[in-house]
Protein backbone atom coordinates (compact mmCIF):
# COMPACT_ATOMS: atom_id res chain seq x y z
CA UNK A 1 0.00 0.00 0.00
CA UNK A 2 0.88 3.50 -0.48
CA UNK A 3 1.58 5.52 2.52
CA UNK A 4 2.38 9.00 3.40
CA UNK A 5 3.88 10.43 6.55
CA UNK A 6 4.96 13.89 7.68
CA UNK A 7 8.84 13.53 8.86
CA UNK A 8 11.55 15.77 9.73
CA UNK A 9 13.87 14.89 7.42
CA UNK A 10 14.71 12.66 4.65
CA UNK A 11 14.44 8.75 4.78
CA UNK A 12 15.92 6.31 6.29
CA UNK A 13 16.58 8.02 9.50
CA UNK A 14 13.40 10.27 9.98
CA UNK A 15 11.50 10.90 12.58
CA UNK A 16 7.60 11.32 12.53
CA UNK A 17 6.85 15.26 12.80
CA UNK A 18 3.84 15.63 14.68
CA UNK A 19 3.09 19.05 12.99
CA UNK A 20 1.23 18.25 10.12
CA UNK A 21 0.67 21.61 7.94
CA UNK A 22 4.34 22.87 8.93
CA UNK A 23 6.00 19.57 8.93
CA UNK A 24 9.54 19.28 7.23
CA UNK A 25 9.03 16.40 4.78
CA UNK A 26 6.41 14.33 3.11
CA UNK A 27 7.20 11.27 2.58
CA UNK A 28 5.24 8.64 0.03
CA UNK A 29 6.29 5.08 0.85
CA UNK A 30 5.32 1.94 -1.32
CA UNK A 31 5.02 -0.69 1.90
CA UNK A 32 5.53 -3.64 -0.62
CA UNK A 33 9.09 -2.41 -2.10
CA UNK A 34 9.81 0.15 0.49
CA UNK A 35 10.54 2.52 -2.22
CA UNK A 36 10.41 6.34 -0.50
CA UNK A 37 9.75 9.34 -2.57
CA UNK A 38 10.27 12.34 -0.15
CA UNK A 39 9.68 16.08 -0.76
CA UNK A 40 10.69 18.87 1.29
CA UNK A 41 7.69 20.88 2.58
CA UNK A 42 7.12 24.43 0.39
CA UNK A 43 4.72 25.47 2.89
CA UNK A 44 6.01 25.36 6.25
CA UNK A 45 7.06 29.12 6.49
CA UNK A 46 3.79 30.34 4.86
CA UNK A 47 2.24 33.24 6.47
CA UNK A 48 -1.29 31.13 6.30
CA UNK A 49 -2.73 28.52 5.20
CA UNK A 50 0.00 26.11 5.36
CA UNK A 51 -2.28 23.02 6.28
CA UNK A 52 -4.74 23.95 3.12
CA UNK A 53 -1.63 23.00 0.83
CA UNK A 54 0.04 20.15 2.08
CA UNK A 55 -3.78 18.18 3.01
CA UNK A 56 -4.21 19.10 -0.90
CA UNK A 57 -0.63 17.54 -2.45
CA UNK A 58 -1.03 14.53 -0.08
CA UNK A 59 -4.69 14.06 -1.36
CA UNK A 60 -3.66 15.12 -5.11
CA UNK A 61 -1.13 12.09 -4.66
CA UNK A 62 -3.90 9.51 -3.34
CA UNK A 63 -2.27 7.42 -1.13
CA UNK A 64 -4.00 4.38 1.19
CA UNK A 65 -3.31 6.38 4.41
CA UNK A 66 -2.24 8.99 5.90
CA UNK A 67 0.11 9.35 9.12
CA UNK A 68 0.72 12.52 11.06
CA UNK A 69 0.32 14.30 14.73
CA UNK A 70 -1.65 16.94 14.87
CA UNK A 71 -4.17 18.08 11.60
CA UNK A 72 -5.30 21.82 12.14
CA UNK A 73 -8.68 22.55 11.04
CA UNK A 74 -8.60 23.40 7.50
CA UNK A 75 -6.69 20.78 6.43
CA UNK A 76 -8.61 18.18 8.32
CA UNK A 77 -12.07 19.47 6.24
CA UNK A 78 -9.65 18.80 3.52
CA UNK A 79 -8.56 15.12 4.39
CA UNK A 80 -12.17 14.12 5.77
CA UNK A 81 -13.66 15.08 2.27
CA UNK A 82 -10.93 13.32 0.36
CA UNK A 83 -11.97 9.85 2.81
CA UNK A 84 -8.38 9.00 3.06
CA UNK A 85 -7.59 7.46 6.57
CA UNK A 86 -5.80 9.77 8.78
CA UNK A 87 -3.68 7.62 11.52
CA UNK A 88 -1.88 9.39 15.01
CA UNK A 89 1.50 8.02 15.70
CA UNK A 90 3.69 9.91 18.56
CA UNK A 91 7.51 11.14 17.07
CA UNK A 92 8.35 7.50 16.71
CA UNK A 93 11.02 6.80 13.59
CA UNK A 94 9.33 6.51 10.33
CA UNK A 95 10.10 2.56 10.00
CA UNK A 96 8.39 2.17 13.44
CA UNK A 97 5.00 4.02 12.47
CA UNK A 98 4.84 2.33 9.53
CA UNK A 99 5.46 -1.35 11.23
CA UNK A 100 2.62 0.04 13.84
CA UNK A 101 0.47 0.84 10.69
CA UNK A 102 0.94 -2.52 9.14
CA UNK A 103 0.30 -4.04 12.38
CA UNK A 104 -3.08 -2.13 13.50
CA UNK A 105 -1.31 -0.57 16.29
CA UNK A 106 -2.42 3.15 15.35
CA UNK A 107 -5.26 4.84 15.63
CA UNK A 108 -7.25 6.20 13.24
CA UNK A 109 -7.81 10.71 13.97
CA UNK A 110 -11.57 10.97 13.65
CA UNK A 111 -11.06 14.21 11.99
CA UNK B 1 -5.34 68.92 6.18
CA UNK B 2 -4.98 64.48 7.90
CA UNK B 3 -3.65 64.35 11.15
CA UNK B 4 -3.54 60.99 12.48
CA UNK B 5 -2.89 59.96 16.35
CA UNK B 6 -0.69 57.05 16.55
CA UNK B 7 1.84 55.20 19.11
CA UNK B 8 3.93 52.37 19.33
CA UNK B 9 2.61 51.61 22.97
CA UNK B 10 -0.57 50.57 23.89
CA UNK B 11 -2.53 53.04 25.80
CA UNK B 12 -0.20 56.05 25.91
CA UNK B 13 -2.86 58.52 25.78
CA UNK B 14 -4.07 58.64 21.77
CA UNK B 15 -8.03 58.89 22.33
CA UNK B 16 -7.16 61.70 25.23
CA UNK B 17 -5.38 63.70 22.61
CA UNK B 18 -6.85 63.04 19.63
CA UNK B 19 -10.78 64.00 21.15
CA UNK B 20 -9.24 66.83 22.93
CA UNK B 21 -7.46 68.07 20.11
CA UNK B 22 -10.85 67.82 17.45
CA UNK B 23 -12.78 69.61 20.40
CA UNK B 24 -10.84 72.59 19.83
CA UNK B 25 -10.69 72.30 15.91
CA UNK B 26 -13.56 74.10 13.98
CA UNK B 27 -14.41 72.86 10.92
CA UNK B 28 -13.34 69.02 12.29
CA UNK B 29 -13.91 65.77 11.37
CA UNK B 30 -13.07 63.15 13.62
CA UNK B 31 -12.13 59.10 12.33
CA UNK B 32 -11.89 56.43 14.65
CA UNK B 33 -9.46 54.06 12.99
CA UNK B 34 -8.94 51.45 15.71
CA UNK B 35 -11.92 49.10 14.51
CA UNK B 36 -10.82 46.55 16.85
CA UNK B 37 -11.86 48.70 20.17
CA UNK B 38 -13.06 52.42 19.02
CA UNK B 39 -13.86 54.05 21.88
CA UNK B 40 -13.53 57.91 20.79
CA UNK B 41 -17.41 57.77 20.77
CA UNK B 42 -17.55 57.28 24.71
CA UNK B 43 -16.21 60.77 24.62
CA UNK B 44 -17.17 62.68 22.07
CA UNK B 45 -20.80 61.15 22.67
CA UNK B 46 -22.16 61.46 18.69
CA UNK B 47 -25.67 61.03 17.71
CA UNK B 48 -27.83 60.72 15.19
CA UNK B 49 -25.62 57.75 14.09
CA UNK B 50 -25.66 55.65 10.75
CA UNK B 51 -24.84 52.20 9.82
CA UNK B 52 -23.13 51.05 6.92
CA UNK B 53 -21.94 47.37 6.39
CA UNK B 54 -18.25 47.05 5.98
CA UNK B 55 -17.75 43.89 3.36
CA UNK B 56 -15.27 41.74 2.05
CA UNK B 57 -15.26 40.77 -1.24
CA UNK B 58 -14.77 37.12 -1.11
CA UNK B 59 -14.82 34.47 -4.32
CA UNK B 60 -18.11 32.27 -4.96
CA UNK B 61 -16.82 29.66 -7.23
CA UNK B 62 -19.51 27.53 -10.09
CA UNK B 63 -17.97 24.20 -9.45
CA UNK B 64 -20.06 23.14 -13.25
CA UNK B 65 -18.04 25.74 -15.06
CA UNK B 66 -14.75 25.11 -12.85
CA UNK B 67 -12.30 22.76 -14.83
CA UNK B 68 -10.14 21.66 -11.68
CA UNK B 69 -7.43 24.06 -13.18
CA UNK B 70 -5.84 25.16 -10.19
CA UNK B 71 -4.87 28.37 -11.29
CA UNK B 72 -6.91 30.09 -8.36
CA UNK B 73 -5.15 28.36 -6.25
CA UNK B 74 -2.25 28.74 -7.17
CA UNK B 75 -2.04 32.17 -7.18
CA UNK B 76 -3.73 32.44 -4.06
CA UNK B 77 -0.86 34.55 -1.60
CA UNK B 78 -2.73 33.34 1.50
CA UNK B 79 -3.03 29.98 0.52
CA UNK B 80 -7.08 30.56 1.11
CA UNK B 81 -8.26 28.39 -1.69
CA UNK B 82 -7.81 24.08 -2.29
CA UNK B 83 -8.33 22.24 -5.67
CA UNK B 84 -9.04 18.54 -5.54
CA UNK B 85 -8.48 17.62 -9.12
CA UNK B 86 -11.22 15.43 -10.94
CA UNK B 87 -10.22 11.22 -10.26
CA UNK B 88 -11.89 8.15 -10.30
CA UNK B 89 -13.01 9.11 -6.87
CA UNK B 90 -15.91 11.81 -7.80
CA UNK B 91 -15.58 15.03 -9.64
CA UNK B 92 -13.10 17.01 -7.82
CA UNK B 93 -14.10 20.47 -5.40
CA UNK B 94 -12.57 23.79 -4.80
CA UNK B 95 -12.84 24.87 -1.03
CA UNK B 96 -12.40 28.28 -0.22
CA UNK B 97 -11.10 28.88 3.63
CA UNK B 98 -12.79 32.34 4.30
CA UNK B 99 -11.10 33.38 7.30
CA UNK B 100 -8.07 32.88 5.25
CA UNK B 101 -8.89 35.33 2.44
CA UNK B 102 -7.95 38.69 2.31
CA UNK B 103 -10.11 39.69 -0.53
CA UNK B 104 -7.30 40.95 -3.19
CA UNK B 105 -9.98 39.55 -5.97
CA UNK B 106 -6.75 37.86 -7.77
CA UNK B 107 -8.35 34.35 -8.39
CA UNK B 108 -11.95 36.55 -9.78
CA UNK B 109 -9.64 38.13 -11.90
CA UNK B 110 -7.22 35.54 -13.61
CA UNK B 111 -9.60 32.33 -13.65
CA UNK B 112 -9.77 31.09 -17.29
CA UNK B 113 -13.21 29.87 -17.31
CA UNK B 114 -14.95 33.05 -15.49
CA UNK B 115 -16.15 30.51 -13.23
CA UNK B 116 -15.67 32.61 -10.34
CA UNK B 117 -17.83 35.42 -9.16
CA UNK B 118 -17.41 38.20 -6.16
CA UNK B 119 -19.54 38.06 -2.91
CA UNK B 120 -19.44 40.62 -0.28
CA UNK B 121 -18.76 38.80 3.40
CA UNK B 122 -19.74 41.13 5.86
CA UNK B 123 -16.73 41.51 8.58
CA UNK B 124 -17.98 44.93 10.36
CA UNK B 125 -19.66 48.20 10.41
CA UNK B 126 -18.91 51.88 9.54
CA UNK B 127 -20.75 54.45 11.87
CA UNK B 128 -21.18 57.78 11.10
CA UNK B 129 -22.69 60.46 13.35
CA UNK B 130 -22.75 64.04 14.76
CA UNK B 131 -21.26 65.70 17.89
CA UNK B 132 -20.60 69.03 19.19
CA UNK B 133 -16.66 70.52 18.97
CA UNK B 134 -16.31 73.16 21.30
CA UNK B 135 -17.16 76.14 19.01
CA UNK B 136 -20.62 73.93 19.23
CA UNK B 137 -20.27 73.86 15.44
CA UNK B 138 -21.99 70.02 14.08
CA UNK B 139 -18.95 67.47 13.34
CA UNK B 140 -18.93 64.50 11.86
CA UNK B 141 -18.07 61.43 13.88
CA UNK B 142 -17.07 58.39 11.62
CA UNK B 143 -15.59 54.79 13.24
CA UNK B 144 -16.20 51.35 12.14
CA UNK B 145 -16.05 48.55 14.39
CA UNK B 146 -14.60 44.93 13.53
CA UNK B 147 -17.26 42.14 13.89
CA UNK B 148 -16.24 39.48 16.74
CA UNK B 149 -14.16 36.73 15.47
CA UNK B 150 -12.97 38.55 12.58
CA UNK B 151 -9.14 39.60 12.51
CA UNK B 152 -8.58 41.55 9.33
CA UNK B 153 -8.99 44.91 9.90
CA UNK B 154 -7.61 46.99 7.50
CA UNK B 155 -10.66 46.81 4.67
CA UNK B 156 -12.98 48.08 7.54
CA UNK B 157 -10.01 51.10 8.17
CA UNK B 158 -10.00 51.93 4.13
CA UNK B 159 -13.84 51.65 4.62
CA UNK B 160 -13.86 53.88 6.88
CA UNK B 161 -11.19 56.21 5.49
CA UNK B 162 -12.82 56.36 2.36
CA UNK B 163 -15.89 58.70 4.49
CA UNK B 164 -12.89 61.64 4.95
CA UNK B 165 -13.41 65.35 4.08
CA UNK B 166 -10.69 66.71 2.72
CA UNK B 167 -12.28 69.87 2.81
CA UNK B 168 -11.94 69.73 6.76
CA UNK B 169 -9.35 69.20 9.61
CA UNK B 170 -9.50 65.46 9.75
CA UNK B 171 -8.66 64.01 12.98
CA UNK B 172 -7.70 60.14 13.12
CA UNK B 173 -7.15 57.90 16.22
CA UNK B 174 -5.36 55.46 14.82
CA UNK B 175 -5.17 51.98 16.71
CA UNK B 176 -1.84 50.73 18.69
CA UNK B 177 1.12 49.38 17.54
CA UNK B 178 3.34 49.41 14.53
CA UNK B 179 1.61 47.20 11.93
CA UNK B 180 -0.61 46.72 9.14
CA UNK B 181 -3.89 48.73 10.97
CA UNK B 182 -1.69 51.74 12.49
CA UNK B 183 -0.02 52.08 8.63
CA UNK B 184 -3.58 51.92 6.77
CA UNK B 185 -4.87 54.55 9.21
CA UNK B 186 -1.73 56.98 8.92
CA UNK B 187 -1.47 56.40 5.49
CA UNK B 188 -1.63 59.54 3.60
CA UNK B 189 -1.98 61.70 6.70
CA UNK B 190 -0.58 65.19 6.30
CA UNK B 191 0.53 65.07 9.91
CA UNK B 192 1.06 62.15 12.44
CA UNK B 193 1.19 62.70 16.47
CA UNK B 194 3.24 60.28 18.00
CA UNK B 195 1.26 60.06 21.78
CA UNK B 196 4.00 58.42 24.51
CA UNK B 197 4.81 57.79 28.08
CA UNK B 198 8.11 58.47 29.31
CA UNK B 199 8.66 55.02 30.52
CA UNK B 200 11.16 52.31 29.35
CA UNK B 201 8.50 50.34 27.29
CA UNK B 202 7.09 54.04 25.98
CA UNK B 203 10.46 54.77 24.80
CA UNK B 204 11.26 51.26 23.05
CA UNK B 205 7.46 51.18 21.10
CA UNK B 206 7.88 55.41 20.44
CA UNK B 207 11.10 54.53 18.50
CA UNK B 208 9.62 51.70 16.77
CA UNK B 209 6.92 54.43 15.37
CA UNK B 210 9.33 56.96 14.36
CA UNK B 211 10.95 54.48 12.14
CA UNK B 212 7.57 53.43 10.61
CA UNK B 213 6.36 57.16 10.28
CA UNK B 214 10.02 58.02 8.84
CA UNK B 215 9.69 55.58 6.39
CA UNK B 216 6.52 56.72 5.52
CA UNK B 217 7.58 60.02 4.90
CA UNK B 218 5.12 61.45 6.98
CA UNK B 219 5.76 64.76 9.37
CA UNK B 220 5.48 64.05 12.72
CA UNK B 221 5.86 64.94 16.43
CA UNK B 222 5.45 63.58 19.59
CA UNK B 223 3.10 64.24 23.06
CA UNK B 224 4.22 63.32 26.13
CA UNK B 225 1.63 61.74 28.42
CA UNK B 226 1.57 61.57 31.75
CA UNK B 227 4.91 63.33 32.22
CA UNK B 228 6.82 63.81 35.27
CA UNK B 229 9.77 65.88 34.77
CA UNK B 230 10.65 68.33 32.27
CA UNK B 231 13.22 66.67 31.15
CA UNK B 232 12.74 62.75 30.82
CA UNK B 233 14.00 60.14 28.62
CA UNK B 234 11.19 60.91 25.96
CA UNK B 235 12.74 64.55 25.49
CA UNK B 236 15.97 63.25 25.82
CA UNK B 237 15.08 60.67 22.84
CA UNK B 238 13.36 63.40 20.68
CA UNK B 239 16.19 66.17 21.31
CA UNK B 240 18.69 63.67 19.78
CA UNK B 241 16.76 62.82 16.77
CA UNK B 242 15.31 66.39 16.74
CA UNK B 243 11.68 65.35 16.28
CA UNK B 244 9.61 68.24 18.04
CA UNK B 245 8.01 67.72 20.85
CA UNK B 246 4.32 69.72 20.84
CA UNK B 247 2.85 69.17 24.33
CA UNK B 248 3.93 67.16 27.77
CA UNK B 249 1.08 66.66 29.84
CA UNK B 250 1.60 66.04 33.81
CA UNK B 251 0.52 62.91 35.15
CA UNK B 252 -2.62 63.71 37.23
CA UNK B 253 -5.10 61.83 39.32
CA UNK B 254 -7.81 64.25 38.49
CA UNK B 255 -7.56 63.39 34.93
CA UNK B 256 -6.83 59.98 34.84
CA UNK B 257 -10.36 60.03 37.41
CA UNK B 258 -12.23 62.17 34.23
CA UNK B 259 -10.91 60.33 31.79
CA UNK B 260 -12.08 57.01 33.75
CA UNK B 261 -15.88 58.63 33.61
CA UNK B 262 -15.85 59.59 29.71
CA UNK B 263 -15.00 63.24 29.78
CA UNK B 264 -12.72 64.44 27.56
CA UNK B 265 -9.24 66.24 28.47
CA UNK B 266 -10.16 70.19 27.47
CA UNK B 267 -13.24 69.24 29.50
CA UNK B 268 -11.60 68.46 33.37
CA UNK B 269 -9.31 70.45 32.28
CA UNK B 270 -10.02 74.04 30.41
CA UNK B 271 -6.15 75.62 30.79
CA UNK B 272 -5.68 72.44 28.37
CA UNK B 273 -7.85 74.54 25.63
CA UNK B 274 -4.95 76.78 24.44
CA UNK B 275 -2.34 74.08 24.44
CA UNK B 276 -4.36 72.20 22.38
CA UNK B 277 -5.19 75.12 20.41
CA UNK B 278 -1.24 76.23 20.18
CA UNK B 279 -0.31 72.22 19.44
CA UNK B 280 -3.32 72.61 16.24
CA UNK B 281 -1.35 75.36 15.33
CA UNK B 282 1.98 74.26 15.27
CA UNK B 283 0.61 71.34 12.91
CA UNK B 284 -0.72 73.87 10.73
CA UNK B 285 2.00 75.89 10.31
CA UNK B 286 5.12 73.37 9.65
CA UNK B 287 7.27 72.31 8.08
CA UNK B 288 9.07 70.54 11.14
CA UNK B 289 12.00 72.22 10.91
CA UNK B 290 10.55 75.59 12.49
CA UNK B 291 8.65 72.95 14.72
CA UNK B 292 11.73 71.73 15.85
CA UNK B 293 13.55 75.13 16.97
CA UNK B 294 10.07 76.68 18.20
CA UNK B 295 9.16 74.08 20.57
CA UNK B 296 11.62 72.31 21.70
CA UNK B 297 13.03 75.23 23.66
CA UNK B 298 9.20 76.23 25.01
CA UNK B 299 8.09 72.13 26.34
CA UNK B 300 4.67 73.32 26.53
CA UNK B 301 2.92 72.44 29.21
CA UNK B 302 -0.25 73.35 30.93
CA UNK B 303 0.85 74.32 34.26
CA UNK B 304 3.68 76.62 33.81
CA UNK B 305 4.89 75.14 37.50
CA UNK B 306 3.48 72.13 37.05
CA UNK B 307 7.31 71.16 37.10
CA UNK B 308 8.65 73.31 40.00
CA UNK B 309 6.17 71.84 42.65
CA UNK B 310 5.82 68.02 41.42
CA UNK B 311 2.09 68.41 42.27
CA UNK B 312 -0.03 65.46 41.31
Same mark, same amino acid.
Given at each position: MQVCISA????? #?AQMD *??????QYLLFID? #??MKVESFP? *??????? @?AGTQVAQEVISRNPDALITGHVGPHAAELLKSSRIPVYSAEEVTVRTAIDDLLNDRLKQQDL | MVIAVASG? @????KTTISTSLALVTPQVQFID *????EPNAHIFL?? #??LIQQSAALKIPSIDLSVC??? @?LCQEICEFNALAVLPESEKGPGNVFLFETLC? @??GACYHLCPENAITERAKEIGIVESGVFQNLQDENCEFIHGVLNLN?? +??TPVIKDVKE?????KTVIIDAPPGTSCPMIEAVEDSDFCILVTEPTPFGLHDLDLAVEVIRQMDIPHGVIVN??? #???NIITDYCGKRNIPILLQIPYSKRIAEGYSKGIPLVKIDPHYIKQFQEVLVAIQNQPPKDISSALNES +? +?? *???HFFDENAQ
Open positions: NSEYP #D *AKFGRCT #DTN *AYKDAQS @G | K @GGTG *ADVEQP #DHTRC @GH @GCES +LTQIDSQRSQ #DRH +L +LY *ADP
